[in-house]
C-alpha cells in the first residue's frame, strides 16, 4: 500500500490506519488458516503412514554392507564405489561418503540408546493411535491437579 499502485493514497490517519490493520488482521488469519491446514495434512498423512521428504539414500541392506566391510577393515572411502541408491532422481549412483558416514552415525546412536529408540516408538504408536502417551498423560494429570 505505501509503495504499490497507490502511493500518496494511504492516510496513516483515522480510516487509513483502520482499513490497513483490517487488511492486517486478514491476511494473518489466512495465514493461520494456511498453516493449520498443512498441519493437519501432515498429521492425517503420518497416520496413514505416510511422512513427508525424500526416501533415504542408504536403505538398510547398504549400511549391514557397510558394517560388515568395516569389520572387515575397508574404509568407507572404498565401500561407497560399490553402493548404488536403488530408488529416487539419483537410482544407480553411489551415496555420497558423507550420506554413508551421516548413516552410521545414526546408527550410533541407536546402539548407544535402544531404550530411547524404543521410547519413541513407543511414543509414536500412542500418539498415532490417538491415546496420549505416558509422558503426556502425565502433564495432563500434572495440569489437572493443579487446577
Known amino acids: 500500500m505505501l509503495a504499490g499502485p497507490l502511493p500518496h493514497i494511504y492516510d496513516p490517519t483515522g480510516p487509513g490506519k483502520l482499513l490497513f490493520a483490517f487488511v ?10 494456511i498453516r493449520e491446514s498443512t498441519l493437519e495434512g501432515l498429521d492425517t498423512a503420518a497416520r496413514k503412514g505416510k511422512h513427508d521428504g525424500r526416501p533415504p539414500v542408504i536403505t538398510d541392506d547398504m549400511l549391514h554392507t557397510v558394517l560388515r566391510r568395516r569389520a572387515l577393515g575397508e574404509s568407507v572411502e572404498q565401500i561407497q564405489p560399490d553402493l548404488f541408491i536403488p530408488t529416487g532422481k539419483r537410482k544407480g549412483q553411489n551415496p555420497s561418503v558423507a550420506s554413508i558416514y551421516q548413516a552410521l552415525a545414526e546408527h550410533a546412536k541407536r546402539e548407544a540408546y535402544p531404550e530411547a529408540v524404543g521410547q519413541a516408538h513407543a511414543d509414536f504408536a500412542a500418539l498415532t493411535a490417538n ?16 487446577t
Open 24 to 33: 492486517a488482521a486478514m491476511a494473518e488469519t489466512e495465514r493461520e488458516n
Open 131 to 146: 491415546a496420549p502417551s505416558g509422558r503426556q498423560a502425565s502433564r495432563d494429570q500434572d495440569f489437572h491437579s493443579r
